[in-house]
């Protein structure tokens, strides 16, 4: 094997990344080496490239970047038993420890001391990948590697999505971003009765009404409350999945539930926002903040999910070879681009 390899590096304090050669990741007796074939670009890695305070607080410089893949084993470590060498994998970005109280009782996704790949730790936009055998997740044929590069934020939307039992409810999904646009395909899949998604962006609510049957409402230019009497929905929404980050959508989703209405919060807000906490108490919302991947639950029930129906290809708007990564990363910092997925086997 080649000991040098390609790899995307954020290698100075500064905007950008950097495509240059890197030595080949070392493997322990507990890992696996993993060829990268395709990646996704996420919203995180764009913070990266724009080098901004959370990004400079947070990642250091030298690092690979990237956690959003799919590949296959070419590396066994000697402790390894249970995968075998040409396996097709995705994996969890998320490396725990196993001392916490939450990982000792089997809540790997709430383990406080939590490392990234791509943030913390050396990445997955490279050729290849060093990774805890622990976290690998092995792909079923049905699930391609494109899809498969995909499965960390459909991760997040599918741990999103069912936080709350969706079958014959009506949902509101706020902000068609990437994961908004594939928590109202899972609210559909799972049998919510109405599906309606917000957004302020018309390129990203048509690619909504592309990918699944949901009602897009642009809120900038549409009252909610005419949605809401179109659907005849008598009070209001059951469910709400935050997607956006913005406080303003917050405010209307809690305007349009339903008393006793439950809100499950995945957007992250830039700062510190008000929240009307009385309208909350009085509507007697649920509120639950919602992080990551459930470690292994949600990949197994996306997974399934994939296997049974559920598409989200329509959500990948654009493919580019390596080589091209620039352009890859203009199209996600647009703001109008579904998922973008770069190939590593493409120059
Ligand atoms: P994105 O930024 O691509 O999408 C957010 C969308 O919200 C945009 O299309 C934007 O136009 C829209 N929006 C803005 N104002 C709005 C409003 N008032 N009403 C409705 N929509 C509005 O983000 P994404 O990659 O799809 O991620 C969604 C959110 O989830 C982001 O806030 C991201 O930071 C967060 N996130 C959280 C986790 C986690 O583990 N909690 C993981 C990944 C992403
Ligand atoms: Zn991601």
Redesign the pocket.
């Known amino acids: 094997m080649q000991n040098t390899m390609q790899a995307l590096v954020k290698a100075r304090a500064a905007e950008g990344l950097w495509l240059q050669n890197e030595p080949l990741p070392e493997i322990g007796p507990d890992d696996v080496l993993i060829r990268v074939n395709k990646t996704g670009i996420c919203?995180t890695d764009i913070h990266i490239w724009n080098w901004d305070d959370w990004a400079q607080r947070t990642v250091p410089v030298p690092l690979i970047t990237g956690h959003e893949f799919a590949g296959e084993i070419v590396e066994l470590g000697r402790n390894v038993q249970d995968l075998a060498l040409g396996q097709r994998c995705s994996g969890e970005g998320h490396l725990i420890g196993k001392t916490s109280r939450q990982s000792r009782a089997g809540k790997f996704h709430l383990d406080p001391e939590t490392r990234g790949i791509g943030v913390n730790e050396q990445g997955a936009f490279a050729e290849y990948l060093r990774l805890p055998a622990f976290n690998v997740v092995p792909l079923p044929d049905e699930v391609d590697d494109e899809i498969g590069a995909i499965l960390d934020?459909l991760g997040?939307a599918v741990h999103t999505a069912l936080s709350f039992d969706l079958v014959g409810e009506d949902v509101l999904v706020?902000?068609?971003?990437?994961?908004?646009i594939m928590a109202a395909a899972v609210a559909r899949h799972v049998g919510a009765r109405n599906v309606v998604i917000?957004?302020?962006?018309d390129d990203?609510l048509a690619l909504a009404a592309r990918v699944c049957d949901c009602v897009p409402v642009n809120?900038a230019k549409e009252d909610l409350a005419d949605t809401k009497a179109q659907l005849k929905l008598k009070q209001g929404f059951d469910v709400g999945l935050e997607?956006?980050?913005?406080q303003?959508?917050l405010d209307q989703m809690v305007e349009a539930l339903v008393m006793g209405g439950r809100i499950a919060l995945?957007?992250?807000p830039p700062g510190k926002s008000p929240v009307d906490w009385s309208r909350i108490v009085f509507k007697a919302i649920t509120i639950k903040g919602?992080?990551?991947r459930e470690i292994f639950e949600t990949w197994y029930k996306m997974i399934a999910m994939l296997e049974n129906g559920l598409d989200v290809r329509h959500v990948i708007t654009h493919r580019f070879g390596v080589a091209d990564f620039a352009e890859g990363f203009a199209a996600m910092r647009s703001g109008n681009s579904g998922k973008v997925v770069l190939d590593w086997r493409k120059g």
């Not at 997607?243 to 913005?246: D, K, L, V």
């Open positions: 919203g934020p997040n706020t902000g068609a971003g990437p994961i908004g917000t957004d302020v962006n990203r809120v997607m956006s980050g913005n303003a959508a995945l957007g992250i919602v992080y990551g």
